[in-house]
């Protein structure tokens, strides 16, 4: 079975604080993405990369980074966390798109 | 520029009741179109895809889409749902070449009643 993992579950944060959000899989995928999932509003793509060192811009990625120095993880960074950043943060990799099981952030 | 609209936000239903949720798209190129479900506190996981061949996808726990491109259309059905149902669904579209990358609709939750 594909596996995707999140580092966190669960992160609280002050705003102003530098957030690193992290995901792995081991599937030898190429294309690996972030998105945020906020209610009424579904998913929105932040960024996605199609292999190591490539990056897009997504649908929504400003107050957003992104790094892929390695195949198998795609890290999201928030360089100044802010309030409006608090939501479920979902990672994906595979053409399919194999979902990790989200990160809830909240930023206070 | 791409879009999804499912038309339902709520979906409530008796078990072992028939459902149909509904998905729209508008995408002037090739399409791919995805059904995913989320249980609650969990990622999404694939239910089916339309690639390419037959329109009438079938995808796991029951569930089956019919593509319409006339229509532009992708909706998903049950002909008997359990309370193992309940979840959030999300229709996705991905244009051909894109490197699979994925515009989702905002959701419908179907919630089955005993």
């Known amino acids: 079975d594909v596996k995707v993992t999140q580092s966190s579950r669960y992160l609280v944060k002050r705003t102003g604080e530098k957030v690193f959000l992290e995901c792995v899989q081991d599937m030898d995928h190429e294309n690996m993405f972030w998105y945020r999932q906020d209610p009424g509003l579904g998913l929105r793509l932040i960024y996605f990369s199609y292999d190591v060192k490539m990056k897009e811009k997504g649908d929504i990625p400003e107050g957003y980074s992104v790094s892929r120095e390695k195949k198998e993880r795609f890290s999201l960074i928030l360089e100044s966390a802010s309030t409006n950043q608090t939501s479920m943060y979902l990672c994906a990799s595979g053409d399919t798109q194999y979902f990790g099981p989200g990160t809830r952030l909240t930023v206070l | 520029a791409q879009s999804v609209t499912q038309l339902d936000s709520q979906v409530p239903v008796f078990e072992e009741a028939p459902v149909e949720l509904r998905c729209n798209y508008s995408s002037s190129v090739s399409v791919y179109l995805f059904w995913y479900v989320q249980y609650p506190n969990q990622g999404l996981q694939l239910l089916l895809k339309?690639?390419?061949?037959?329109?009438l996808v079938k995808g796991i726990n029951g569930f089956e889409a019919e593509f319409n491109k006339s229509q532009t259309s992708f909706h998903l059905r049950k002909p008997s749902v359990h309370i193992s149902d309940t979840a959030e669904y999300f229709c996705a579209v991905s244009d051909v070449g894109s490197n699979y990358k994925l515009t989702f609709g905002k959701g419908t939750l179907l919630t089955v009643n005993p």
């Open positions: 339309y690639l390419s061949g037959s329109t």
